[in-house]
């Protein structure tokens, strides 16, 4: 091949929801009029870990990218509204508190707004900071609205994102691909040639004989990362010593009422509970442990805390957290979990599809598969999941649990990134973002005073506000907040109307 040459040849090794996001962003933004071959390998055989899924705002972003409305969103894949995850008994047994999505408060005289919480929270006018995030109090009375983009009332400060059915979602992706030009092809992939010179992958074999060759091939393979883990032996990092959670157990249950707009993480005596609620159903799943707790009593404990009667057939998954220390090398960049893992407590998983999406798309190669592309790839998929990473690991740390799972986890030294950040934290309630990072201010001040993480004191700076000036505008923002959210529609209405809409438009 000659040097710069475009890539033509695109093979997905892979469906499921990262080989459908890939193959759906491909036939939209690769595809180039048919320019460029875009096939994705799957095989009915192999299962997909998708048990239902909770996501974060940045997938508004994605499926607005590919044109797909909202409204027709929601009816194919069964999806309600999330505002953020209730989070049970996490600092202690019968603790809770709400992680929203979207800003806190306003901002005074550029001081932010927790900070000046944090300066007043004593005061009986002021009341908890919860009170002034129009995510958690719409989400405390099951309401939901879409923002205000015109950005004059509180409601623009209000974030969402979804709950899904995950196998819908790539049925849906696959439907919108496959139109775009994507072709499907059947089977199980048992042999993967690599070329003798550059040892990039060359071809995948199928157990029919067909001999599939590829230029750029994006390996959705899942834990099995056959492409980057297997054939590319690109090694994989263990974090379970910071997260030791290595199964799960997960069941759909009836439709519960209301449809709550939120997730909700139960904490257990060796690991949690999730609870994501579909329009037709609820999905349900214990996240543990092994070391602690055998498969038959996490299934007992999931079970108990059901909100309903189990409706399918109980879903066994072994895994491992981490990540391989490449996302790309050679010719092969990896998608999802053939990438790596982290345990869905903060629902970042799709995020992470689309970031690594994103990215390959911002440094799409030709011929030469420049090695400065690779690398700057490599550095932000590091960088991504290590920040997820510090997130969830923060929820483990900062407990106050007595289990001995619970010890355990929080004796670990955590990372010293994560560590820098608590320490800011704890003595005047400072937060910095660093890099491209996911979780913005909002999010670390909600989990680190949720977790019991409250400061000493507060930014200086606050100090300057004049106290008799202050305490009223707070305290009559926060009755303002409670007006909002109470004044915006039921959640089920609101899908209600929703699905109308996609039925009539």
Same mark, same amino acid.
């Given at each position: 091949?000659?040097?710069?040459?475009?890539?033509?040849? !695109?093979? #997905?090794?892979?469906?499921?929801?990262?080989?459908?996001?890939?193959?759906?962003?491909?036939?939209?933004?690769?595809?180039? +009029?048919?320019?460029?071959?875009?096939?994705?390998?799957? $095989?009915?055989?192999?299962g997909t870990v998708g048990v239902g899924e909770g996501t974060i705002p940045p997938m508004i972003e994605f499926n607005q990218l590919l044109g797909i &409305?909202?409204?027709?969103?929601?009816?194919?894949?069964?999806?309600?509204?999330? %505002?953020?995850?209730?989070?049970? +008994?996490w600092g202690a047994e019968g603790e809770r508190y709400f992680h929203p999505f979207g800003k806190l408060g306003l901002n005074l005289d550029g001081i932010d707004f927790h900070q000046v919480w944090l300066k007043y929270r004593d005061h009986p006018a002021i009341g908890p900071? $919860?009170?002034?995030? #129009?995510?958690?109090?719409?989400?405390?009375?099951?309401?939901?609205?879409?923002?205000?983009? $015109?950005?004059?009332s509180p409601l623009a400060n209000l974030g969402y994102a979804y709950h899904l059915d995950a196998g819908l979602y790539a049925a849906m992706l696959r439907r919108y691909a496959e139109r775009g030009g994507v072709e499907r092809i059947?089977?199980?992939?048992?042999?993967?040639?690599?070329? &003798?010179?550059? +040892?990039?992958?060359?071809?995948? @074999?199928?157990?029919?004989?067909? =001999?599939?060759e590829g230029e750029l091939f994006i390996d959705c393979s899942g834990f099995r990362s056959l492409l980057l883990g297997q054939t590319l032996g690109v090694e994989f990092e263990d974090w379970s010593h910071w997260l030791p959670c290595d199964r799960a157990i997960a069941v759909p249950s009836a439709r519960s009422e209301p449809i709550?707009?939120?997730? =909700?993480?139960? *904490?257990?005596? *060796? /690991?949690?509970?999730?609870?994501?609620? %579909?329009?037709?159903?609820?999905?349900? /799943?214990? !996240?543990?442990?092994?070391?602690?707790?055998?498969?038959?009593?996490?299934?007992? #404990?999931? @079970?108990a805390n059901l909100d309903t009667q189990p409706i399918g057939a109980f879903n066994r998954l072994r895994f491992k957290a981490g990540r391989r220390v490449k996302s790309w090398e050679g010719n092969v960049v990896a998608i999802g979990l053939s990438s790596g893992f982290l345990e869905p407590l903060e629902?970042?998983?799709?995020y992470l599809i689309q970031y690594g999406i994103q990215r390959l798309f911002g440094l799409f190669p030709d011929s030469r598969f420049s090695?400065?592309?690779?690398?700057e790839y490599n550095r932000f998929m590091a960088d991504a999941y290590e920040l997820v990473r510090d997130f969830i690991i923060l929820h483990y740390q900062a407990t106050r649990r007595p289990e001995p799972f619970w010890q355990e986890v929080r004796s670990v030294e955590m990372p010293a990134s994560l560590r820098r950040k608590i320490d800011l934290f704890a003595d005047k309630g400072r937060i910095f973002r660093y890099s491209d990072e996911l979780f913005e201010l909002p999010s670390w001040v909600a989990v680190m005073l949720g977790q019991g993480i409250v400061p000493a004191g507060h930014d200086p700076l606050a100090d300057s506000?004049?106290?008799?000036? !202050?305490i009223p505008a707070i305290a009559e923002l926060r009755r303002g907040y409670a007006r909002i959210a109470q004044g915006l529609p039921r959640h089920a209405d609101f899908i209600s109307q929703a699905l109308a809409a996609a039925k009539t438009g």
């Open positions: 091949m000659n040097a710069r040459q475009p890539i033509r040849d !695109v093979v #997905i090794v892979g469906g499921g929801t990262a080989g459908w996001m890939t193959a759906a962003a491909a036939a939209r933004f690769l595809a180039g +009029g048919g320019k460029r071959r875009i096939r994705l390998i799957e $095989s009915e055989e192999i &409305p909202e409204a027709d969103f929601l009816a194919a894949t069964k999806a309600t509204y999330k %505002l953020g995850i209730d989070f049970v +008994g900071i $919860s009170d002034y995030s #129009i995510a958690a109090l719409a989400a405390r009375d099951h309401r939901f609205a879409h923002p205000d983009k $015109s950005g004059r059947e089977g199980r992939i048992t042999t993967v040639d690599r070329d &003798p010179e550059t +040892g990039n992958v060359a071809a995948v @074999v199928l157990e029919s004989g067909l =001999r599939i709550t707009p939120f997730t =909700r993480a139960i *904490a257990h005596k *060796a /690991g949690w509970q999730w609870r994501i609620p %579909l329009q037709h159903r609820t999905g349900n /799943g214990h !996240v543990y442990a092994s070391a602690h707790i055998d498969d038959g009593e996490a299934e007992e #404990i999931l @079970v629902s970042t998983s799709i090695a400065s592309e690779r690398t506000l004049p106290d008799d000036q !202050v």
